[in-house]
């Protein structure tokens, strides 16, 4: 699939039917750049959307503003944060039912659910009033045995008697409070997807959209979807970036002499390259091919 997001082209992988996590910050509407971006961009043929707990002035500006084009080929399904829990889980089980709907057909689905956190509270929510006991961090054991239940209806389908078998490609948004992202629902969703693009306040600070931490993301499907000399190009970028990662406090006190070591030297001067490749405006547009033409420029 082509997302059109060239952090996740590069870094991610960019194959039909994977299920995918985004982590970012509660409070912290970190997302929304790529979710618009996807929305519109996106090379599906048709989307499913489930904002589940939003606010209702969110709800109207998604809509209205941030899908545009896209609008004419979605479903949008909301349950607004002050609908009741069980109104709120059915909505994220009835995005997930619309896409296997379509995916049925044997048409390729791209399906966001934002978010399983707000999933996760309203099922805490009827867990609690029916007696359950609290667990980890208040979380009732029905939480934990749903979330398997739900995500796992992403992915590749049945080919039909005509031999096309459509996908269903999942982004399911977590949020984490306080940058803690081995909380529960988050620690459990990691565990069930094929990947996680986690999202950083951080980068965010310094105008970075979308405020992608390439170093904190996985892909486990990257492997498969990706031709060698690409995945050469990625390891490369990544220790680069991991290398001014682990010295990037000694670099801004100017305690590091350049010439100390080559491999630093060589990350920070590919670093406004890279950071530059990083960044995505809202209207641009990338393929796989274009994307890692520019990841090659930049390491060259």
Known sequence: MNADIQTILDAQTDGWGIKV??????????????????????????????????????????????LGDGLARSVVVVATSDEPAPRRRQAAWLTLALAEHFRDQGLHVLCLLDSVTRFAMAQREIGLAAGEPPTTRGYTPTVFAELPRLLERAGPGIPGPDGRCGTITGLFTVLVDGGD????VADAVRGILDGHIVMTRAIAERGRY??????????????????????????????????????????????YTRGADPVI????????????????????????????AMLQAALA
Do not use: W, Y
């Not at 618009?36 to 043929?45: C, F, K, L, P, S």
């Not at 992202?181 to 529960?184: G, N, T, W």
């Not at 290398?243 to 305690?255: F, Y």
């Not at 030297?265 to 890692?292: G, K, M, N, V």
């Open 21 to 66: 996590a985004n982590v970012e910050l509660k409070h912290i509407d970190l997302n929304e750049s790529m979710v618009r971006v996807m929305a519109r961009q996106a090379e599906a043929d048709v989307i499913v959307i489930g904002l589940i707990g939003e606010r209702g002035r969110e709800v109207k500006e998604f809509l209205e503003d941030t």
């Open 181 to 184: 992202h081995d909380e529960p």
């Open 210 to 255: 979308p405020a992608v931490d390439v170093l904190k993301s996985v892909s486990r499907l990257m492997p498969q979807c990706h031709a060698p000399p690409e995945r050469v190009l990625v390891a490369r970028a990544r220790a680069l970036m991991a290398s001014h990662a682990d010295m990037e406090e000694l670099i801004r006190l100017g305690a």
């Open 265 to 292: 030297d060589e990350a920070i001067a590919r670093r406004p390259a890279l950071e530059s490749l990083l960044t995505q405006d809202r209207d641009e547009r990338a393929d796989t091919a274009s994307a890692f």
